[in-house]
């Protein structure tokens, strides 16, 4: 490595206390030619052994000088602004890094068989045909496939079939959504029979656990999970049936959403309804906050701040905006441990003991050189100190007029 670098670096001359000076810089040569550096001893060995060969030395100014030039030629079309962009291996050949060489997210080889993730998305493409989007190869440690939206329905609003989770070492994680109650975790279990890790030898991880389970998540959906080590134990007529039968049921639940409308985004048809409902939050969360906390808020934060508006048809926050549109705040709402208020601030505004009244914890994060958020999580309304919340508002309402004029 260091010797086909541009420059080293030699700290030294030793160890510990007997180190930490310069001793040389420069190329390989300079270095390897001074006496006092141990690198440069080892170095010189290096280079006499070769191969010698000449390279161009990379010039950082013309380099900068080339990138403007390709950015702002008018005639550059996409396929030669493609060839300057450097792609990920998923990014050039996702398919092919899924399923053949690659690694799992602490770095080790895979063990589970690329072949099973290529069975699986073929069979769902066969069964979905032209309904579902091309397969999303273009993450990482994620296979993802949706259906296409149909008339009347937005994209976004379209929840997603199948995430493959290709990140583990041993085992490739299927999540696969349906309408609630079509899918049942024990005879769907009993139908595929799957041994348990234990059970496997060739597979050097452990557990008794069942390798299939069904849970509830929003907006009346299951999924579930399957646990697949290669494709032998899934290339069945059980495992086929059970496809066919969750990709039948998604594509008729996605259909089911363009003939309600608008109620497939209810936070944009009533938006407040849908916030105070909690319904984003997943099922089975023991909810520390009530739909009368939010209102109470709210209607603290209409009285601090009159001409604010307060937007509720967001999925997952409620936002509030001064008369040109500009956030002062947003209140979020989708999680069951507590609501959680972000205030865009001017830094240095405020101390941590001048909102220590701001429900049970706040925090601050500085996104910007001038500007800070504030942070804090609320479960009761009454614990939020109003004067203090009064002073914040103000204070964000002046900073973002502020930074708007500027």
């Given at each position: 490595?260091m010797?086909?670098a541009?420059w080293?670096i030699?700290?030294?001359?030793d160890a510990?206390?007997?180190?930490g000076q310069?001793v040389?810089?420069?190329?390989p040569?300079?270095?390897?030619?001074?006496?006092a550096s141990h690198?440069?001893?080892?170095?010189?060995?290096?280079l006499a052994?070769?191969?010698?060969?000449?390279?161009?030395?990379?010039?950082?100014?013309?380099a900068?000088e080339?990138?403007i030039e390709?950015?702002?030629?008018p005639?550059?079309?996409?396929?030669?602004a493609?060839?300057?962009?450097?792609k990920?291996p998923?990014?050039?050949?996702g398919?092919?890094?899924?399923?053949?060489?690659?690694?799992?997210?602490?770095?080790?080889?895979?063990?589970w068989?690329?072949?099973a993730?290529?069975f699986?998305?073929?069979?769902i493409?066969?069964i979905?045909?032209d309904?579902?989007q091309?397969?999303?190869?273009n993450?990482r440690?994620?296979?993802?496939?949706?259906?296409k939206?149909?008339?009347g329905?937005?994209?976004s609003?379209?929840p997603w079939?199948l995430?493959a989770?290709t990140?583990?070492e041993w085992?490739?994680n299927l999540?696969i959504?349906?309408?609630?109650?079509?899918?049942?975790?024990?005879?769907?279990q009993?139908a595929l029979?799957?041994?348990t890790?234990?059970?496997?030898?060739d597979?050097?991880?452990?557990g008794d656990?069942?390798?299939v389970r069904?849970r509830r998540?929003?907006?009346?959906?299951d999924?579930?999970?399957?646990?697949?080590?290669?494709?032998?134990?899934?290339?069945?007529p059980a495992f086929?049936k059970f496809?066919k039968?969750?990709v039948?049921?998604?594509l008729a639940h996605?259909a089911?959403?363009a003939e309600?409308?608008?109620s497939a985004?209810?936070?944009k048809?009533?938006?407040k309804a849908w916030h105070l409902?909690q319904?984003?939050?997943?099922?089975?969360?023991r909810?520390?906050?009530?739909?009368?906390?939010?209102t109470?808020l709210?209607?603290?934060?209409q009285?601090?701040l009159p001409?604010?508006?307060i937007l509720?048809?967001?999925?997952v926050?409620?936002?509030i905006?001064?008369d040109?549109?500009e956030?002062?705040c947003?209140?979020i709402?989708?999680?069951?441990?507590a609501?959680?208020?972000?205030v865009?601030?001017?830094r240095g505004?405020?101390?941590?003991?001048?909102?220590?009244?701001?429900g049970?914890?706040q925090?601050?994060?500085?996104?910007?050189?001038?500007?800070?958020e504030?942070?804090?999580?609320?479960?009761d309304a009454?614990?939020?100190?109003?004067?203090?919340?009064?002073?914040?508002?103000?204070a964000?309402h002046?900073h973002?007029?502020?930074?708007?004029q500027?």
């Amino acid at each position: 490595v260091m010797k086909t670098a541009d420059w080293v670096i030699d700290i030294g001359p030793d160890a510990g206390n007997e180190g930490g000076q310069v001793v040389v810089e420069g190329t390989p040569e300079i270095v390897s030619a001074c006496k006092a550096s141990h690198t440069g001893r080892l170095l010189g060995k290096v280079l006499a052994a070769g191969p010698h060969l000449e390279r161009e030395v990379f010039d950082p100014k013309q380099a900068a000088e080339d990138e403007i030039e390709v950015a702002s030629s008018p005639l550059l079309d996409a396929a030669e602004a493609e060839q300057h962009a450097v792609k990920m291996p998923w990014q050039r050949d996702g398919r092919k890094w899924h399923t053949g060489a690659r690694t799992s997210r602490d770095h080790k080889e895979i063990r589970w068989e690329g072949e099973a993730l290529a069975f699986i998305v073929d069979q769902i493409e066969k069964i979905g045909g032209d309904r579902l989007q091309p397969t999303d190869w273009n993450d990482r440690a994620r296979v993802e496939i949706v259906a296409k939206a149909p008339k009347g329905l937005a994209q976004s609003a379209v929840p997603w079939f199948l995430h493959a989770l290709t990140g583990g070492e041993w085992i490739l994680n299927l999540l696969i959504r349906t309408p609630a109650n079509k899918i049942k975790q024990g005879p769907l279990q009993q139908a595929l029979g799957l041994h348990t890790l234990n059970d496997r030898d060739d597979i050097h991880r452990y557990g008794d656990e069942q390798r299939v389970r069904v849970r509830r998540i929003q907006n009346g959906l299951d999924q579930t999970g399957v646990m697949v080590f290669d494709k032998k134990e899934i290339n069945t007529p059980a495992f086929k049936k059970f496809l066919k039968t969750a990709v039948d049921a998604y594509l008729a639940h996605v259909a089911s959403l363009a003939e309600k409308g608008k109620s497939a985004e209810p936070w944009k048809e009533d938006g407040k309804a849908w916030h105070l409902s909690q319904k984003i939050m997943k099922p089975g969360k023991r909810k520390k906050w009530t739909a009368m906390d939010l209102t109470l808020l709210v209607g603290q934060i209409q009285k601090i701040l009159p001409k604010a508006k307060i937007l509720w048809d967001r999925k997952v926050f409620v936002e509030i905006v001064n008369d040109a549109g500009e956030r002062i705040c947003k209140i979020i709402t989708h999680q069951a441990n507590a609501m959680r208020i972000d205030v865009h601030l001017q830094r240095g505004a405020f101390t941590d003991d001048q909102v220590r009244g701001l429900g049970y914890e706040q925090e601050f994060q500085r996104p910007g050189t001038n500007s800070a958020e504030l942070t804090f999580f609320v479960r009761d309304a009454k614990s939020v100190d109003r004067n203090q919340l009064k002073q914040v508002l103000t204070a964000a309402h002046e900073h973002v007029a502020a930074a708007l004029q500027a």
